[in-house]
């Protein structure tokens, strides 16, 4: 099926370890977005690519780092986890300029940081 | 301070009524706006986009508004349905860049 797949669903980290989501997209879309989602906080940017070979900070992108691998993946890495990063981390995509509809998300990622 | 402002409170409403849902937003001038559906424990889907020189989009039973003088936008799901009992979200791209600022979302319960 055609969309956004994210790995792992589900994650349980220590304070301290690392890890690395991963993100594909299979629409060709240029542009990749990775979200946080907490209660009472909505969906905040963390980290965005606009085509290949890029990527710029959202709005809370301290304590993580993003590669832009090809056109289709798009990975968020935490070098060191901390109990403030759990949350449901989703990944999404988009065709930008005039052909613009909105974003495709995936099923997201659930942390937990013990 | 809140860019987005959705109606935190959930909104109960009879099956077949119309549900209103209200999006407001402060010092931005977006090109357009997007509504998005999320259901527990999934990501947000996209229903509808709006540009700034578009007052009214319709998709099916759905209708949006966008009044860029009051600075809103109105989602309405006419004859609305228990399965649409969700949290729909408003985003806007503050600076024409593509990149979506969303709403904390208004969950909508449709009771049969």
């Known amino acids: 099926n055609a969309g956004v797949t994210q790995t792992p669903k589900f994650q349980v980290l220590k304070t301290g370890q690392s890890m690395t989501l991963q993100c594909a997209q299979d629409m060709n879309h240029n542009s990749m977005y990775w979200y946080r989602q907490d209660p009472g906080m909505g969906l905040r940017l963390i980290y965005y690519?606009?085509?290949?070979?890029?990527?710029d900070k959202g709005e809370v992108p301290n304590g993580y780092n993003v590669s832009r691998l090809n056109k289709r993946e798009f990975s968020l890495r935490l070098e060191s986890a901390a109990p403030s990063q759990t949350s449901v981390y989703f990944c999404?995509?988009?065709?930008?300029?005039?052909?613009?509809?909105?974003?495709?998300f995936g099923s997201g990622t659930r942390l937990t940081v013990v | 301070s809140q860019k987005i402002e959705q109606n935190s409170e959930a909104l109960n409403i009879q099956e077949g009524k119309t549900a209103t849902l209200t999006c407001n937003y402060t010092n931005y001038s977006p090109a357009y706006l997007q509504w998005y559906r999320q259901d527990p424990g999934r990501g947000p889907v996209f229903l509808l986009l709006?540009?700034?020189?578009?007052k009214e989009k319709r998709k099916e039973r759905l209708k949006v508004t966008f009044d860029t003088t009051l600075k809103q936008s109105l989602f309405h799901i006419t004859a609305s349905q228990p399965a649409d009992s969700a949290t729909y979200l408003c985003?806007?791209?503050?600076?024409?860049?593509?990149?979506?600022?969303f709403g904390q979302g208004t969950t909508l319960q449709v009771k049969p």
């Open positions: 690519s606009a085509s290949e070979g890029t990527t």
């Open positions: 709006i540009r700034e020189n578009e």
């Open positions: 985003a806007l791209d503050e600076s024409n860049t593509g990149k979506l600022i």
């Open positions: 999404a995509s988009s065709e930008e300029g005039p052909k613009r509809v909105g974003y495709t």
